[in-house]
């Protein structure tokens, strides 16, 4: 068993139990078997140099592949302490409280709904690791993407030889036909292997598993490497493009500059790779380019929730929502749009109060007033809870069923 899976409960051993890991995992498995197998049997046979070399290559790159890719599973994200708080006491004007974790955000973290944690330096939440992207796996998990294409290219290469030397051997030419005979096994020197339909029709499920995977895990990659060059999060990337936006709607004349850049490209990429695979820092303190200091993110963050604040428009309800996250009585086209997330839908009840902060076609993003609760069994001691668990969800969009404006 390799060392560097370990289970520290039975929770962290659920975390394979989901369909973003059982997906990501077949499809690797899919791909290097076929690859190996195909490489084995009908390519370039082991008794052979290059057969050697090519079949090491593939095993190396399935061992690495998923050395990425469970650490960046099991070792997560890092997050912060429950109830941390600044050395300094007078700090916390500068910070954003979370009630859930009972204690303040540090900077660079943000509350994952999913983890149900302050996750440090949070990226994103990875379904198809099922944890979060942050500050302990953000190399492991940039590795991953990096590796992925790599060794699905070499895959491709292996599969698509295969047929087409396979394919090639069935073909008959005769005056006014081509037949292609794939019911015959092919006979080798060494090998007695059927290569019929089913072999066939495996080895081109398999190159298009792996060619997707290519673009699509390629193009995170390139996504993931601009940012970390940048040493950015594609959080703080949204979070300076509203400081931007913020600054020009209000007219303030006031200059936004990002404090984790520190201006080299490569000081940039030691933040999240180094050799030990173990970040530089702790994830609660960073360090921060010249004019700028450890809150300067923290504080643009407080003014954009103020200036969302100023901006939400109340809604009431006139319609009960039942939260589901595809909602199929709710019409064709409130369904199809739906949000690509996991996040919970808020649960809606005819004449309650939503504040609505931004929204799409059909759908709106906003929170949900607990306060009204009170009178139908919610306690005083789970009402902060409640509130913050249900902050920042999907609600239904009033145009097609559900709200009007108070």
């Not at 498995?29 to 009908?42: E, Q």
């Not at 790159?61 to 912060?80: K, R």
């Not at 995977?213 to 999060?233: H, Y």
């Not at 009170?374 to 969009?397: D, F, R």
């Amino acid at each position: 068993m390799c060392s560097f899976i370990r289970f520290e409960n039975l929770h962290e051993l659920k975390r394979i139990c989901h369909w973003g890991p059982i997906i990501a995992l077949s499809v690797i498995t899919i791909c290097s078997s076929m690859a190996i197998i195909d490489s084995v049997l009908w390519y370039w046979p082991l008794d052979t140099p290059g057969g050697s070399i090519n079949f090491i290559l593939l095993i190396n790159w399935t061992v690495l592949i998923l050395y990425n890719y469970f650490n960046a599973m099991f070792v997560g994200p890092g997050y912060v302490p429950i109830g941390w708080k600044p050395e300094n006491p007078q700090d916390t004007m500068y910070l954003q409280d979370c009630r859930i974790c009972q204690g303040y955000k540090a900077p660079r973290s943000h509350h994952c709904r999913k983890c149900n944690r302050c996750v440090m330096k949070m990226d994103h939440h990875c379904p198809w690791i099922n944890n979060c992207c942050g500050n302990l796996n953000h190399g492991y998990f940039t590795s991953f993407l990096m590796l992925a294409p790599l060794g699905c290219i070499h895959a491709s290469v292996i599969l698509i030889m295969t047929m087409y030397t396979q394919l090639s051997n069935r073909i008959s030419f005769g005056w006014s036909s081509v037949k292609i005979d794939m019911s015959l096994p092919q006979r080798n020197p060494q090998y007695i292997v059927p290569f019929g339909i089913y072999g066939f029709a495996a080895s081109l499920f398999a190159l298009g598993l792996a060619i997707g995977t290519t673009i699509a895990v390629g193009m995170l990659f390139f996504i993931q490497m601009k940012v970390i060059l940048r040493n950015k999060t594609t959080i703080e990337v949204w979070i300076e493009e509203k400081a931007k936006d913020r600054i020009q709607y209000y007219q303030t004349g006031e200059e936004f500059i990002f404090p984790y850049d520190l201006g080299s490209k490569w000081r940039n990429f030691r933040q999240v790779f180094t050799w030990s695979g173990v970040p530089e820092t702790d994830g609660i303190v960073w360090p921060v380019r010249e004019g700028s200091h450890q809150y300067t993110l923290t504080i643009e963050q407080l003014k954009q929730k103020a200036d969302k604040r100023v901006r939400s428009v109340q809604y009431r309800v006139i319609e009960d929502y039942s939260g589901a996250c595809c909602p199929i009585t709710k019409g064709f086209k409130t369904f199809f749009c739906t949000p690509y997330t996991e996040e919970p839908r808020i649960q809606l009840r005819k004449g309650e109060l939503i504040l609505v902060t931004r929204g799409l076609p059909h759908w709106m993003y906003g929170n949900k007033n607990l306060k009204r609760k009170n009178a139908h069994g919610c306690s005083i001691e789970n009402l902060a809870t409640a509130w913050s668990q249900l902050s920042y969800v999907w609600c239904q969009y009033p145009a097609f069923f559900c709200m009007t404006t108070a």
